[in-house]
C-alpha cells in the first residue's frame, strides 16, 4: 500500500458527507481500510445508515483505494514486501522460513506451559530490533484476554537481546480485552492505531479463550466459528493492509476426544482452519525444551523445530 491509501480519511470518500462521516466513525468505521473491508449489510446495520448508501460508500471506497486486479507481476512485487521477525531460535526461524512473517496471521497452539505467551513476550521485544538483528525497528501491540502478560518478563527479555528495558516497554502497547465484544473492538479500532503508531506487530494472546467461555457446548458451536471467524478475517486484514505480523495463540487440551466435534477444540485443534496463515503446534519435551511443527503449510519444508526457554526468552538449545 502506497504512502498516499494509508493516509485517506474518511471525507475522502466520494458520498460521505460530515454528518455520515460522524456516523461511521462512531460505530468504529476510522478510516476508509475498516470500510473497504466491512460487508454492507454490516456497515449500514452498524452505522444507521441505509442499505443503499451503504452500498455505494463501499464502492466509492475500493475505487478510492484501488482495491481491483492486480497483474502477477505486482502480486510478486507485493510478496517481495513481506518481511520476517526473529523469534530468537534459529532453528524455529529455520522452521518458519526465516522467522514471523508480516502480511499474514501466525497461529500459535499447544498445551498449557508450552511456550505460547513466552513467544508473543519475546517477538513484542525483538519487532524492535533493528533488520539487521532481525526486527522490523516497530513497536508491538499485545492484547491479553487471560491476564498472564508480565512486565518482568519484557524487561529480562529486553536485557536479554541488549536494548533498554525501559525503552523497550514503551514500545509495547499493552490491553487487557474483558470479552469477545471488546476483544473484537479493539482490533476494529486498530485499523487507524496500528497506521498512527509505527506498530509493526500485534499479538492476541489468547484469541479463543473468550469465545470459548462465552459460547460452550455444541449447541454454540455455529455462532461461535462464526464469530471467531470474523475476528481472525479482520486480523488477515489488518496484517496484509498494514503490512505487520498478527501472532495469535490458543490453547488446546490434552483429550481431544472431550472435545470431539468441535473445530475450535478438536483434534490437531488450530483455528485457523478458515483463514490463510502459518500454524505453529507446540508441544514439550524434555527439560526445558519445546518443539514446534509447522502444520498445512504448503510453501513451507515439513519438519520440526527445538528451542528452549530461558530467563533471557527464547532461544536454541547449547549442543
Ligand atoms: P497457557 O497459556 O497456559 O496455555 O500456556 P503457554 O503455552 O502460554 O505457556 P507459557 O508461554 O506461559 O510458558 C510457561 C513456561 O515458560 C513455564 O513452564 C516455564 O518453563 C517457562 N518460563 C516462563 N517464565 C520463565 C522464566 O522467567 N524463566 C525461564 N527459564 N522459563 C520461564
Ligand atoms: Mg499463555
Known amino acids: 500500500m502506497s504512502e498516499k491509501t494509508r493516509s485517506l480519511r474518511l471525507r475522502d470518500?466520494?458520498?460521505?458527507?460530515?454528518?455520515?462521516?460522524?456516523?461511521?466513525e462512531s460505530a468504529g468505521f476510522t478510516?476508509?481500510?475498516?470500510?473497504?473491508?466491512?460487508?454492507?449489510?454490516?456497515?449500514a446495520e452498524r452505522a444507521g445508515?441505509?442499505?443503499?448508501?451503504?452500498?455505494?460508500?463501499?464502492?466509492?471506497?475500493?475505487k478510492l483505494l484501488g482495491v481491483t486486479f492486480r497483474t502477477a507481476k505486482e502480486v510478486k512485487m507485493e510478496r517481495l514486501n513481506i518481511r520476517k521477525i526473529t523469534t530468537g531460535s534459529k532453528n524455529l526461524d529455520d522452521l518458519l522460513g526465516g522467522g514471523i512473517e508480516t502480511k499474514t496471521i501466525t497461529e500459535f497452539y499447544g498445551e498449557y506451559g508450552?511456550?505460547?505467551?513466552?513467544?508473543?513476550?519475546?517477538?513484542?521485544?525483538?519487532?524492535?530490533?533493528?533488520?539487521e538483528k532481525g526486527g522490523l525497528s516497530g513497536k508491538a501491540v499485545y492484547i491479553d484476554t487471560e491476564g498472564t502478560f508480565r512486565w518482568e518478563r519484557i524487561e529480562a527479555m529486553a536485557r536479554g537481546v541488549g536494548l533498554d528495558p525501559d525503552e523497550a516497554m514503551e514500545n509495547i502497547y499493552y490491553q487487557r480485552a474483558y470479552n469477545s465484544d471488546h476483544q473484537m473492538a479493539i482490533v476494529e479500532e486498530l485499523f487507524k492505531f496500528v497506521p498512527e503508531n509505527d506498530v509493526k506487530l500485534v499479538v492476541v494472546d489468547s484469541v479463543t479463550s473468550h469465545f470459548r467461555a462465552e459460547y460452550p457446548g455444541r449447541e454454540h458451536l455455529a455462532v461461535r466459528q462464526q464469530k471467531l471467524n470474523a475476528h481472525l478475517h479482520h486480523l488477515v486484514k489488518l496484517a496484509e493492509i498494514y503490512n505487520i505480523a498478527v501472532v495469535v495463540t490458543n490453547q488446546v487440551m490434552a483429550r481431544p476426544d472431550v472435545?470431539?466435534?468441535?473445530p475450535t477444540q478438536a483434534v490437531g485443534g488450530h483455528v485457523l482452519a478458515h483463514t490463510p496463515g502459518v500454524r505453529v503446534q507446540l508441544r514439550r519435551a524434555k527439560g526445558h525444551k519445546r518443539i514446534a511443527r509447522v502444520v498445512d503449510a504448503p510453501h513451507l519444508p515439513e519438519g520440526e523445530a527445538v528451542f528452549i526457554i530461558t530467563d533471557e526468552g527464547i532461544r536454541d538449545p547449547e549442543e
Open 49 to 62: 445508515i441505509p442499505q443503499s448508501t451503504a452500498e455505494r460508500i463501499v464502492t466509492n471506497t475500493r
Open 114 to 131: 508450552t511456550g505460547k505467551t513466552q513467544i508473543c513476550h519475546q517477538l513484542s521485544i525483538n519487532v524492535q530490533l533493528s533488520p
Open 13 to 24: 470518500i466520494p458520498g460521505v458527507t460530515p454528518t455520515i462521516a460522524e456516523k461511521l
Open 259 to 262: 472435545f470431539y466435534g468441535d
Open 31 to 43: 478510516n476508509p481500510w475498516a470500510i473497504v473491508v466491512a460487508r454492507v449489510e454490516e456497515l
